[in-house]
């Protein structure tokens, strides 16, 4: 039962990384592979029915309360989209090449971060880059650098992520 569970997690992480060469989306790759893997789980006797049952919603109340957390952040991150509140942010960004536009984002999404946790300010940062830019390798580029930038900031401040007081905690 192991290596048909090790079978499908390569098949399913394969999937998500050529998601543009199968064009089936990383989500349901995920999500399917999760599900398969749960199933393995269930009908492997390894453990009691009563034990799988408790990892098991142990498990899907950790997702569901980053799914609300993510609903609730992008719901106000909509909010202020809505009401021209990035167009106040974006009309204040001057920048002379993609460089400097690339460093004032970061610059900007580092400080965010350690007072925010870092999901929210990742996705204010790239709602704002979605207003500056419209080719989507710059998004991706600045996207990938709002990403570390979140991560860093959160890292250098104790109050920008629940998972930096865990690490410093833990040493």
């Not at 089936?24 to 049952?53: C, D, H, R």
């Not at 098991?56 to 993510?70: G, K, N, Q, T």
């Not at 990035?86 to 204040?92: A, E, K, M, P, S």
Request: proline content about 1%; aromatic content about 8%.
């Amino acid at each position: 039962m192991i290596e048909v569970s090790v079978l499908v997690f390569i098949v399913g992480y394969i999937l998500i990384t050529l998601e543009d060469v199968t064009h089936i989306s990383k989500s349901a790759s995920a999500i399917t592979m999760g599900v398969i893997l749960w199933i393995l789980y269930v009908f492997s006797n390894i453990q009691p029915l009563e034990i799988i049952e408790k990892n098991l919603m142990h498990h899907l109340s950790e997702i569901s309360s980053i799914l609300f957390f993510l609903i609730g952040a992008m719901t106000i991150v909509e909010l202020i989209d809505a009401h021209g509140g990035f167009r106040v942010i974006t009309n204040l960004i001057k920048f002379k090449s993609k460089r400097s536009l690339l460093w004032i984002i970061c610059l900007l999404t580092f400080f965010l971060s350690a007072i925010l946790d870092n999901l929210t300010t990742a996705i204010v940062m790239a709602s704002i880059t979605r207003k500056l830019f419209t080719e989507i390798e710059d998004i991706r580029i600045l996207g990938g650098a709002i990403v570390i930038a979140a991560n860093t900031g959160g890292a250098w401040s104790p109050m920008g992520d629940v998972t930096t007081t865990m690490l410093w905690v833990g040493n």
